[in-house]
């Protein structure tokens, strides 16, 4: 008799934790990805896929509103998707986002595997007088309401049980998760990202993974892979001191890119960077180059001779302050390859005066203080005071790391 009431008992309390989940998190509890309550997964020692057998609909599923097609189908759309996010992207009246279609264009072409953008557009209908001033007719039309996109981005984990070496995983970056301000965002986005993902995983069945970035407020119920802050500054105006001169800061361009890809890419030996990095995330080099030719990825590497010393990865954020009249510039990513943290900081120093000299309208610069970049930061505000900070997480998508977050000075995200 005992054992039956706490069998019943057992069975009515995990009912009603259930429906707790259900309830507090109605989207994230259908979705594969790693439930903050998803205790037994953190027992695992190696990262694993979730939906190995493929993608499986839920309710959020809409393929009458959203269709996704491959970026080479979208050169009707990419003006009026590029409008949306113009528009609706950033919350702030403050702040004008001037990306271009071309900036776009350039995000999602020059990887190995097809990219993607997903529509949501309701039908739209209007009354307009007939050419021949002869009565009026009903003009059936589609209005976008929203849009998202993805990009291969090749991510490189470092394997438990081997020291020196990483396990390679293919996934898709999800990007510009755009919804009209008129429009429900919870609604809508939660369609986007559910079909889009399916769709996806479907059009591609080589790559099943994917990886989310958040700025601002986490999203509740889910364990992020990586979280950190990120900073946002106005640049002075100082003067830089000279350098020493057996150290140089060189711009790495679309003819000498050979240096980028002897460290990052051809190198097939891991042992220094799983010294330097835990996981590692890459664009496929056409990708790189892509965003170097359209000025939204500067590359510069700091050297001593033929020694490469330190990388510095800035990106343009197509980002206007008003009020500042200034661009915006921010720091992605770096590698220290020396132990001298005041030569590493010297070098990031003079990479901004090289890209300021070129574009003076770069008067604002936001840090990711993740990996490297932490080494930066630390010189960087000494006598400097933030304007704000937000909270940035990266989600994955159908995919487990049991140790979830991982330590972000140990994380190299370029994309």
Same mark, same amino acid.
């Given at each position: 008799?005992?054992?039956?009431?706490?069998?019943?008992?057992?069975?009515?309390?995990?009912?009603?934790?259930? %429906?707790?989940? *259900?309830?507090?998190?109605? /989207?994230?509890? =259908?979705?594969? @990805?790693?439930?903050?309550? #998803?205790? &037994?997964?953190?027992?695992?020692?190696?990262?694993?896929?979730?939906?190995?057998?493929?993608?499986?609909?839920?309710?959020?599923?809409?393929?009458?509103?959203?269709?996704?097609?491959?970026?080479?189908?979208?050169?009707?759309?990419?003006?009026?998707?590029?409008?949306?996010?113009?528009?609706?992207?950033?919350?702030?009246?403050?702040?004008?986002?001037?990306?271009?279609?071309?900036?776009?264009?350039?995000?999602?072409?020059?990887?190995?595997?097809?990219?993607?953008?997903?529509?949501?557009?309701?039908?739209?209908?209007?009354?307009?007088?007939?050419?021949?001033?002869?009565?009026?007719?009903?003009?059936?039309?589609?209005?976008?309401?929203?849009?998202?996109?993805?990009?291969?981005?090749?991510?490189?984990?470092?394997?438990?049980?081997?020291?020196? %070496?990483?396990? *390679?995983?293919?996934?898709? /970056?999800?990007? =510009?998760?755009? @919804?009209?301000?008129?429009? #429900?965002? &919870?609604?809508?986005?939660?369609?986007?990202?559910?079909?889009?993902?399916?769709?996806?995983?479907?059009?591609?069945?080589?790559?099943?993974?994917?990886?989310?970035?958040?700025?601002?407020?986490?999203?509740?119920?889910?364990?992020?892979?990586?979280?950190?802050?990120?900073?946002?500054?106005?640049?002075?105006?100082?003067?830089?001191?000279?350098?020493?001169?057996?150290?140089?800061?060189?711009?790495?361009?679309?003819?000498?890119?050979?240096?980028?890809?002897?460290?990052?890419?051809?190198?097939?030996?891991?042992?220094?960077?799983?010294?330097?990095?835990?996981?590692?995330?890459?664009?496929?080099?056409?990708?790189?180059?892509?965003?170097?030719?359209?000025?939204?990825?500067?590359?510069?590497?700091?050297?001593?001779?033929?020694?490469?010393?330190?990388?510095?990865?800035?990106?343009?954020?197509?980002?206007?302050?008003?009020?500042?009249?200034?661009?915006?510039?921010?720091? &992605?990513?770096?590698?220290?390859?020396?132990?001298?943290?005041?030569?590493?900081?010297?070098?990031?120093?003079?990479?901004?005066?090289?890209?300021?000299?070129?574009?003076?309208?770069?008067?604002?610069?936001?840090?990711?203080?993740?990996?490297?970049?932490?080494?930066?930061?630390?010189?960087?505000?000494?006598?400097?005071?933030?304007?704000?900070?937000?909270?940035?997480?990266?989600?994955?998508?159908?995919?487990?790391?049991?140790?979830?977050?991982?330590?972000?000075?140990?994380?190299?995200?370029?994309?």
């Amino acid at each position: 008799m005992i054992f039956q009431y706490i069998l019943v008992f057992v069975i009515v309390f995990y009912i009603i934790v259930l %429906a707790i989940i *259900k309830i507090k998190y109605p /989207f994230w509890n =259908n979705q594969p @990805v790693f439930h903050t309550y #998803d205790y &037994i997964r953190s027992c695992y020692r190696e990262p694993f896929i979730i939906q190995q057998n493929g993608p499986y609909k839920t309710k959020y599923f809409n393929d009458i509103l959203i269709k996704t097609r491959h970026i080479d189908e979208c050169s009707q759309t990419i003006k009026e998707i590029t409008d949306l996010i113009q528009c609706h992207y950033l919350s702030s009246e403050y702040i004008d986002y001037i990306i271009q279609p071309n900036d776009i264009y350039a995000m999602l072409t020059g990887q190995n595997q097809p990219s993607f953008i997903s529509t949501y557009k309701l039908p739209n209908y209007e009354l307009k007088p007939k050419e021949s001033n002869e009565g009026i007719e009903l003009i059936s039309t589609e209005k976008l309401v929203g849009c998202i996109t993805s990009r291969s981005v090749t991510m490189y984990v470092r394997s438990v049980n081997k020291d020196n %070496a990483y396990n *390679k995983v293919l996934i898709y /970056f999800i990007d =510009n998760l755009c @919804v009209h301000r008129e429009h #429900d965002h &919870i609604k809508v986005s939660r369609n986007l990202l559910q079909t889009h993902d399916f769709n996806q995983r479907m059009y591609n069945k080589k790559i099943s993974c994917s990886l989310i970035k958040k700025d601002g407020e986490p999203f509740s119920g889910i364990r992020p892979l990586i979280t950190y802050n990120t900073y946002f500054y106005t640049i002075p105006n100082k003067k830089v001191s000279r350098m020493d001169s057996n150290y140089s800061v060189k711009e790495l361009r679309t003819n000498n890119m050979e240096i980028f890809m002897d460290f990052f890419t051809v190198n097939s030996v891991f042992e220094t960077k799983t010294m330097l990095f835990d996981i590692m995330v890459l664009s496929d080099i056409g990708n790189i180059l892509s965003q170097m030719k359209e000025k939204l990825l500067y590359i510069y590497c700091l050297q001593q001779g033929e020694d490469i010393l330190g990388f510095y990865f800035v990106k343009d954020m197509k980002r206007h302050y008003d009020e500042k009249e200034a661009k915006t510039l921010s720091l &992605i990513c770096s590698v220290q390859n020396s132990n001298n943290n005041h030569l590493f900081y010297m070098g990031f120093l003079h990479v901004l005066r090289q890209i300021i000299h070129i574009n003076a309208d770069y008067k604002m610069i936001t840090i990711e203080n993740i990996g490297h970049n932490k080494i930066l930061h630390e010189y960087w505000c000494r006598g400097k005071q933030s304007l704000y900070s937000i909270e940035t997480s990266y989600y994955s998508y159908n995919y487990v790391y049991p140790s979830s977050p991982i330590d972000s000075t140990r994380c190299f995200l370029l994309f």
